[in-house]
Nanobody, 126 residues
Framework: QLQLVESGGGLVQPGGSLRLSCAVS????????IGWFRQAPGKEREGVSCIINSDGSTYYADSVKGRFTISRDKAKNTVYLQMNSLKPEDTANYYC???????????????????WGQGTQVTVSS
C-alpha cells in the first residue's frame, strides 16, 4: 500500500520561505507522479504543482509560478516543494498525492489522485 507523509509546514512571515517534504513509501512508490495540492478553510482544494516520475517534467498553478519549485530525490523517495516569496493567500493545508496518470498530473486534477498524505499546515502571517 502506498503511503505519503508530508512535513515542513509552519508559520512564516510574508515574503518568507518554507520547504515541504513528501516521503513516499510502499509498493512501487517510485512509479508514481507526485502532486502538491492545498486547501484553505472554506475553499475548494486546488492544485499547486506536480512532477512526472518518468522524465521529471513539472507543472505549476499560475498563482505559484516563479515562486514555488517542485523537485524529487529518487534515492530518498521524497518530493519537495520549495516555496519562496510566500503570501498570506498561500495559507492552507498542503497535501501531497500520488497517481500514475500523466494527464492528471499535468492538469493538477486533484480528484483523479488516489493516494494522499495527511497534510501539513502552512500559515503566512505577520
Amino acid at each position: 500500500q502506498l503511503q505519503l507523509v508530508e512535513s515542513g509546514g509552519g508559520l512564516v512571515q510574508p515574503g518568507g520561505s518554507l520547504r515541504l517534504s513528501c516521503a513516499v513509501s510502499g509498493f512501487s512508490g517510485d512509479y508514481y507522479n507526485i502532486g502538491w495540492f492545498r486547501q484553505a478553510p472554506g475553499k475548494e482544494r486546488e492544485g499547486v504543482s506536480c512532477i512526472i516520475n518518468s522524465d521529471g517534467s513539472t507543472y505549476y498553478a499560475d498563482s505559484v509560478k516563479g515562486r514555488f519549485t517542485i523537485s524529487r530525490d529518487k534515492a530518498k523517495n521524497t518530493v519537495y516543494l520549495q516555496m519562496n516569496s510566500l503570501k498570506p493567500e498561500d495559507t492552507a493545508n498542503y497535501y501531497c498525492a500520488a497517481d500514475a496518470s500523466v494527464y492528471s498530473c499535468s492538469r493538477l486534477r486533484f480528484n483523479r489522485f488516489g493516494s494522499w498524505g495527511q497534510g501539513t499546515q502552512v500559515t503566512v502571517s505577520s
